[in-house]
């Protein structure tokens, strides 16, 4: 997708005269006219601001807030995400697809520092495992993973422990340690106990903030089996219930997702969206529902497009976000307002949500 073809493409429309710079990578509607910002909205600007090198000299208008916002979102370099969950939910396979790869990923410490596997190696064996530590894969360097490790009902310093690193990371003023998504799994394999002690104290105790819970439904291949066995039960031969299974294992995910909905629901601080996940020990499992409702809850659109413009595995992805959220708006604001188009900023806006255009 060359900025020449989408130059091309848009030779009939109106330019805008003398727009001959470059706007910055995420700068979606730097094109439009800039009006008044209310006191909360400075404020808010303020606050977005962090650690994140913004001039001091922008006015603060709905354009500098716009300004302010953009110069925010290209000091994030990674995309952070805390996995949690029950020992043996399948969560390294997960993160293992999300970056398309097989290896293990490398570990860090807060400080930047690799951590060297027989150390690593210690300390699991110990059952001792550090919240703090950053999991990156080689594979895909734009996302950074940490791991509550086995997240169960009882442990009140582990809970604790991950409260306190929630707080800390929500809203740390160092913007690039800051945490954006918080995967939560629950493997099918336990669908007797879907819902535990521990998945109810998190959501009535933990208030995430603007950080939003993502509920992975993580092991579905397992109910094949079960299905298998309550067909059996049910009087047919084993030809006629290997024939239904698929269907009856669709049957009993919808049945126990439904369950968990409702359970998780009534908690004081519910889960921002639910995923299956199927097939992840392939190696070219599909996470593309997983990067969907991921970055449908995320808040703000400069958070989506790093989350999309990260993950590798799917350029459709890229293509369905730059048409609707940047192609189609400006269409309709064109349309409707008959502003001229300024065709560098908006290949920019498009190119944003694809992998490795941050200088192009």
């Given at each position: 997708?060359?900025p020449?073809r989408i130059?091309?493409w848009?030779k009939?429309l109106p330019?805008?005269s ?5 706007g910055?990578?995420r ?12 006191g909360a909205?400075?404020?808010a600007?303020s606050?977005?601001a ?8 922008i ?5 500098g ?5 953009d110069?925010y979102?290209k000091?994030?370099k990674?995309?952070r ?5 029950r020992?043996?939910?399948g969560k390294?396979?997960?993160?293992q697809?999300v970056?398309?790869?097989t290896?293990k990923?490398?570990?860090?410490d807060g400080?930047g ?5 027989a150390?690593?190696?210690?300390t699991?064996?110990?059952g ?8 990156v894969f080689k ?7 940490h791991?509550?490790?086995g ?6 310093q582990?809970?604790?422990?991950m409260?306190?690193?929630m707080?800390d990371?929500a809203a740390?003023m160092?913007v690039?340690?800051?945490v ?7 493997p ?7 819902i535990t002690a521990a ?11 603007h950080?939003?819970?993502i509920?992975?439904l993580?092991?579905?291949?397992a ?7 309550e067909?059996?039960?049910g009087?047919?031969?084993i ?5 239904r299974?698929?269907?009856?294992q669709g049957?009993l995910l919808?049945?126990?997702?439904t ?8 908690c004081k601080?519910p889960?921002k969206?639910y995923v299956?996940?199927q ?6 499992a ?6 969907q409702s ?8 400069g958070?989506q497009?790093?989350l999309?413009s990260t993950q590798?595995?799917?350029i459709l992805?890229c293509?369905?976000?730059?048409v609707?959220k ?5 269409m309709e604001?064109?349309?409707t307002d008959r502003l001229q188009?300024d065709v560098k900023k908006?290949?920019?806006a498009?190119?944003g ?8």
């Amino acid at each position: 997708m060359a900025p020449g073809r989408i130059s091309k493409w848009f030779k009939s429309l109106p330019q805008a005269s003398g727009s001959g710079s470059h706007g910055p990578r995420r700068n979606d509607v730097g094109d439009l006219a800039p009006a008044a910002a209310t006191g909360a909205a400075a404020a808010a600007a303020s606050d977005l601001a962090g650690d994140a090198a913004v001039p001091v000299q922008i006015e603060v208008t709905r354009q500098g807030i716009i300004v302010m916002a953009d110069e925010y979102m290209k000091s994030i370099k990674r995309f952070r995400v805390l996995v949690m969950g029950r020992a043996n939910a399948g969560k390294t396979t997960i993160l293992q697809r999300v970056c398309n790869s097989t290896d293990k990923p490398e570990i860090f410490d807060g400080k930047g520092n690799k951590i060297e596997d027989a150390v690593v190696q210690g300390t699991l064996t110990r059952g001792y495992h550090n919240i703090e530590h950053e999991l990156v894969f080689k594979s895909n360097p734009g996302f950074v993973f940490h791991d509550s490790c086995g997240f169960e009902a009882g442990s009140t310093q582990q809970f604790d422990q991950m409260r306190n690193f929630m707080v800390d990371h929500a809203a740390t003023m160092k913007v690039n340690e800051r945490v954006h998504a918080i995967w939560f799994c629950i493997p099918m394999t336990d669908y007797h106990r879907t819902i535990t002690a521990a998945e109810q104290k998190f959501f009535n105790e933990c208030d995430t903030g603007h950080v939003p819970v993502i509920v992975l439904l993580t092991k579905v291949d397992a109910l094949y089996l079960t299905a298998v066995r309550e067909l059996l039960d049910g009087g047919l031969a084993i030809a006629e219930a290997k024939a239904r299974a698929v269907e009856k294992q669709g049957e009993l995910l919808e049945k126990w997702l439904t369950h968990i909905k409702h359970e998780l629901d009534k908690c004081k601080y519910p889960p921002k969206g639910y995923v299956t996940l199927q097939k992840m020990h392939q190696e070219n499992a599909d996470c593309t529902a997983l990067m969907q409702s991921t970055a449908n809850v995320m808040n703000g659109e400069g958070l989506q497009k790093l989350l999309i413009s990260t993950q590798q595995s799917n350029i459709l992805l890229c293509i369905e976000y730059a048409v609707k959220k940047t192609l189609r708006r400006h269409m309709e604001v064109g349309l409707t307002d008959r502003l001229q188009v300024d065709v560098k900023k908006f290949e920019f806006a498009l190119l944003g949500w694809f992998p490795s255009c941050e200088h192009i």
